[in-house]
């Protein structure tokens, strides 16, 4: 196999390469002290959903001013179709930009809101999610964290306990999520729920969209070896409700029955 850049593909690096070195914020530096990231796809020294809230309004800035770039080429989320926000790049080309990206030692934008949820709303959601959701992750506007993991259901997550029942348009949601990565920076976390508890335990599963702020919605920090706080716990809990449960608007992606 030949591994060599065609020549479209040599252009499309030099143009990628160009655009990073041109365009990437010069006060967007990295802090080597700072709470990094533990996604495989960061670059250290770098926590994008971290920068973009940060106290530090040079740091703050920065985040926003790089998504923002990133954003007017659809370069947030290079392989989404561009009527949701991306640029319709093909696999090569998407890898490509990756690869000039941490050879530049420069941070992706909304990782997973970009590779984990887009991809599962662009093939199982309805077209008023995508019409939400879709152009604010490829801003940058809004991040998202994963709630999957639970205190007895990681590995083996059709364990999982949290319960959502349907109210009307609403889902009541009671339970726990554990190692939420980043969950204290997002503004939304997408989570499996058990819908069905008479189900065989790895069906009766439904994928629910959940605003970070909801009422009834906590999430506490867990803190590792070192002191650090990187990943959360979260629980939808509200308090002075008997049943000890938040509500949720329906926003299901989808039923594993």
């Not at 070195?21 to 967007?28: I, K, L």
């Not at 349907?166 to 939304?188: I, P």
């Amino acid at each position: 196999m030949d591994w060599h850049d065609t020549a479209e593909e040599a252009a499309f690096r030099a143009e990628a390469r160009a655009f990073i070195r041109d365009r990437f914020p010069a006060s967007y530096v990295p802090d080597p002290d700072g709470e990094h990231s533990l996604e495989p796809e960061d670059v250290w020294g770098y926590n994008w959903m971290a920068d973009r809230v940060s106290e530090d309004p040079a740091r703050r800035e920065g985040a926003r001013r790089w998504a923002a770039v990133l954003a007017e080429r659809g370069w947030v989320a290079p392989h989404w179709p561009p009527e949701h926000g991306g640029a319709g790049l093909g696999a090569m080309e998407d890898f490509i930009l990756q690869e000039e990206m941490m050879r530049a030692r420069v941070p992706p934008v909304n990782g997973i809101g970009v590779n984990l949820l887009g991809p599962t709303l662009l093939e199982h959601g309805t077209d008023e999610q995508r019409a939400e959701h879709l152009p604010r992750i490829a801003s940058g506007e809004i991040a998202w964290a994963q709630g999957f993991s639970e205190p007895g259901a990681g590995s083996d997550l059709a364990s999982l306990r949290t319960r959502a029942v349907r109210e009307g348009d609403h889902y009541v949601v009671n339970g726990q999520k554990v190692w939420t990565s980043l969950g204290q920076y997002a503004d939304w976390l997408f989570v499996l729920v058990r819908t069905d508890p008479e189900a065989p335990k790895h069906r009766g599963i439904t994928f629910l969209l959940l605003e970070a702020t909801t009422p009834g919605v906590t999430i506490r920090p867990i803190e590792d070896i070192r002191g650090r706080r990187p990943s959360r716990r979260s629980s939808s809990t509200t308090p002075g409700s008997p049943s000890g449960t938040g509500s949720v608007r329906r926003t299901g992606v989808g039923t594993r029955r």
